[in-house]
């Protein structure tokens, strides 16, 4: 990395069940870790997505992370000896 690169932050979106403990449906949660890759761009995909026992429930829940920039140099400290 060259000194004072700055990499994009890299954003991090997950698409999971709502549901927890015994509510847990295993249709439901197959369903949501069916949205991936540029469905995940935006949260239309996984809140589109409706319970298998109830569809006027929204099954999964969009969550997106920002990973802050990460600053670098490619300069190297001095060698140690043990």
Do not use: F, H, R
Request: hydrophobic fraction near 35%.
């Amino acid at each position: 990395m060259p000194e004072g690169y700055k990499a994009p932050p890299t954003i991090v979106a997950t698409c999971v069940e709502t549901a927890t403990g015994a509510a847990v449906n295993a249709a439901d949660t197959a369903a949501c870790k069916a949205i991936t890759g540029a469905a995940l761009d935006t949260k239309t995909a996984c809140e589109a997505v409706v319970s298998a026992a109830d569809p006027t429930v929204k099954a999964c829940t969009y969550t997106q992370t920002t990973v802050p920039e990460v600053t670098g140099s490619t300069k190297v400290g001095p060698k140690t000896q043990p």
